[in-house]
């Protein structure tokens, strides 16, 4: 039977019982409606969680959790926790499952910083932890208006700033014009900060407007002195000026973020000795083993830290297992719906299924005819549930908009309707009512003619 | 055209055909009489392929029917016979023109044809212009034209027909009878049960079934 023909008997079949089809419609696109709503619920949520909150796809080795530290540590001839050495970090960067590896550092000595006048209407003062970052991490980011660079400026001399060139600053203990320390920070303490001290304080929250306006902002810093304590080191404490270039998920959780070079040179002036590195950001290649990755670290004594990536990942996952079996058991209940409706159909047609085998229909037309029914059931079924799932989710995150209070990393949307999704939840339906259809279909194939006609 | 050996059936334990044996030449119209019961159908669905479970031999127009698969056998249906009942089996919610080219959508037939085709076969039994009523706005004759018309849609070698016209009045089983006879005088060959002597009277050969036996 040609194609032409099994549409043109479904189309006359379906259409004199629309009552039975649009049940069995009905009935498919509630479960195929609730199944593709959860499945866009859990990958929106998803894609919000693993993408701002804790980004995958990256494995930050630190030094080891585990070596034994203190007195113990001390007379059992272990020194504490094993220092991330710059070799190591290039061992680790050759690893076949490594895309691009990151070095880290973190400012080991205290620091404070104020300012924020010009956008905040007053200063803010704080205590300053600031971490160093390899400015490759940022290459693929779009900053401004400086570069995050260790670029330290053209020294010339100096006793004021009007004598340095345009966009420097003269420091007075060096004397030497320098161009503003390049900074980031990172989408969390943008939250962070919407979500307690704009609140508690009544500054105003950075949205996307403000968020573009922070970039060039500068502010001070003072190194090796804070509001709580002093640098051990003799140095004095020193003055700088530093440049937020924008906000970056590649940014350090909640530090500020500086080029790595900084941080290494402030660290030898204030903290000498202190560890080389702090951590080795690596991001992982697409496909490769994050578990033989993650023993080979594990191998050289590191550890990975903890981003909760995982556990969130997993949460996510959980929940949304649980949402799909209660929708899986819906789209199940109506295939079993559209089961029993066909064996019905076909014990209500078989003296016309007799007809069709007396003129000529093979017994794989009959059972082609059945399946190509539930096919249509299952594609309209389909079409009008993810379109109810889109509507739902619409008007979810439309109320959310309105009337849901801001907090962190609040989602313009908690959905996420991929192609993948899509044709995941279509084939669903239409493979349900196919099954549904199977056992009937293939009661109405064998169906012996002359017992048909006879019924 | 025909050749039945010694063939059996029984529903159940209970003997339906008792070794019957038949030929039927090319271009005859043969007519199976008998009472109810006595196995004139099912003699007739066992001639047309649509029933493979009895004893013995049955070759029609050249084909072991025992021996063709499913697809084969539907194939055999669709294009070397034609089938007509006593009921018609007119399909409700398709008009005149669909139950006549619904043979066609099992024929691999382009769409061109089909629609030909059924106007064609329409137009030789005489109701071309009913042919986009539905069945339940046809009288008993004009329903039993388009069943003839549909059995007719493939040029079949061969008309099975099952009581063709038990369910009509006199005069137009007459006219259906008349129809017979002018597709058998075209070449078309024809075997008909039925229990009418005048549907008999136009045959060029009379059988008879008695209990599963033929009598003569």
């Known amino acids: 039977m040609r194609s032409r023909a099994l549409v043109a008997l479904v189309r006359q079949n379906l259409s004199r019982s629309r009552r039975s089809f649009a049940l069995s419609v009905f009935g498919i696109s509630v479960g195929i409606a609730s199944l593709a709503f959860f499945l866009a619920l859990s990958a929106g949520v998803r894609q ?82 600031a971490e160093g970052v390899d400015p490759a991490a940022m290459a693929d980011e779009s900053l401004g208006p400086e570069a995050f660079a260790d670029n330290l400026g053209s020294h010339n ?42 609140t508690q304080t009544g500054l105003p929250k950075i949205g996307k407007f403000l968020a573009g306006r922070l970039r060039g902002i500068v502010f001070n810093i003072e190194l090796g002195r804070s509001f709580i304590g002093a640098s051990k080191s003799s140095v004095e404490p020193h003055q700088r000026k530093v440049m937020l270039v924008g906000i970056s998920p590649h940014a350090a959780q909640l530090a500020l973020t500086v080029p790595l070079g900084y941080v290494q040179a402030w660290n030898r002036q204030y903290a000498p000795g202190s560890p080389p590195l702090s951590s080795l950001v690596l991001e992982v290649k697409e496909g490769a083993s994050v578990t033989s990755l993650t023993a080979a670290v594990r191998g050289m004594g590191y550890d990975i830290a903890d981003s909760g990536a995982e556990r969130a990942g997993l949460a996510i996952t959980l929940v949304t297992l649980l949402f799909a079996l209660v929708s899986f058991a819906m789209v199940s209940i109506a295939a079993i719906n559209i089961a029993h409706s066909f064996f019905r159909t076909v014990a209500e047609r078989r003296r016309e299924l007799g007809v069709m085998r007396s003129i000529g229909a093979s017994s794989s037309d009959v059972r082609r005819l059945v399946l190509a029914e539930a096919a249509v059931i299952g594609l309209c079924g389909g079409v009008i549930g993810l379109v109810t799932a889109r509507l739902f989710a619409f008007v979810i995150d439309a109320a959310s908009r309105r009337w849901v209070p801001d907090f962190p990393f609040k989602p313009d949307t908690y959905f996420s309707f991929g192609w993948t999704l899509l044709a995941l939840a279509l084939g669903c339906s239409i493979l349900a009512c196919m099954l549904g259809a199977f056992w009937p279909a293939r009661a109405a194939a064998r169906l012996e003619p002359t017992e048909a006609l006879t019924s | 055209m025909i050749r039945l050996e010694s063939v059996e059936k029984r529903y159940d334990s209970q003997p339906v055909l008792r070794g019957v044996s038949l030929s039927v030449e090319a271009g005859e119209l043969l007519s199976l009489v008998g009472r109810s019961g006595s196995g004139k159908s099912t003699l007739l669905h066992i001639m047309g392929g649509l029933d493979r479970r009895y004893a013995g031999k049955a070759s029609v127009l050249g084909h072991d029917l025992h021996a063709l698969e499913d697809a084969a056998l539907a194939r055999f249906r669709n294009r070397e016979v034609g089938f007509i009942f006593q009921s018609f089996n007119l399909l409700d919610h398709l008009t005149a023109r669909e139950n006549v080219a619904l043979p066609s959508y099992f024929a691999d037939a382009a769409a061109a044809d089909v ?59 007459q006219q259906i009878i008349e129809l017979f006879r002018t597709l058998n005088k075209d070449g078309l060959t024809l075997v008909i049960v039925t229990h009418e002597e005048r549907v008999s009277s136009v045959a060029s050969r009379v059988l008879r079934l008695v209990d599963g036996r033929l009598a003569s």
């Not at chain 1, 919000?48 to 585990?66: A, D, H, N, W």
């Not at chain 1, 007075?172 to 920070?185: F, K, L, M, N, Q």
Request: some cysteine; proline content about 8%; overall charge neutral.
């Open chain 1, 157 to 198: 001399r100096c006793n004021a700033d009007a004598e340095c060139a345009s966009g420097e600053y003269c420091p007075w203990d060096t004397h030497a014009c320098e161009r503003p320390v390049p900074a980031v920070i990172s989408p969390f303490i943008v939250e962070l900060y919407n979500g307690t001290l704009a």
């Open chain 2, 115 to 173: 629609a030909r085709r059924a106007a064609e076969a329409l137009d030789r039994v005489g109701i071309g212009d009913k042919a986009d009523a539905r069945p339940s706005a046809l009288s008993g004759g004009q329903k039993q034209r388009v069943a003839i018309a549909r059995a007719l849609v493939h040029q079949p070698k061969l008309l099975l027909c099952d009581e063709p016209t038990g369910n009509l009045d006199s005069d137009t089983g």
């Open chain 1, 48 to 129: 919000v969680v693993l993408g701002k909150v804790f980004p995958i796809g990256q494995l930050e080795v630190v030094p080891s959790r585990s070596s034994v530290e203190g007195p113990i540590g001390l007379f059992s001839g272990f020194s504490g926790p094993k220092p991330l050495t710059e070799e190591a970090a290039r061992t680790l960067s050759s690893r076949p499952e490594v895309k691009a590896a990151f070095r880290r550092v973190k400012m080991a000595f205290p620091a404070r910083a104020w300012g924020g006048q010009e956008i905040l209407g007053k200063n803010f003062y704080t205590e300053l932890v």
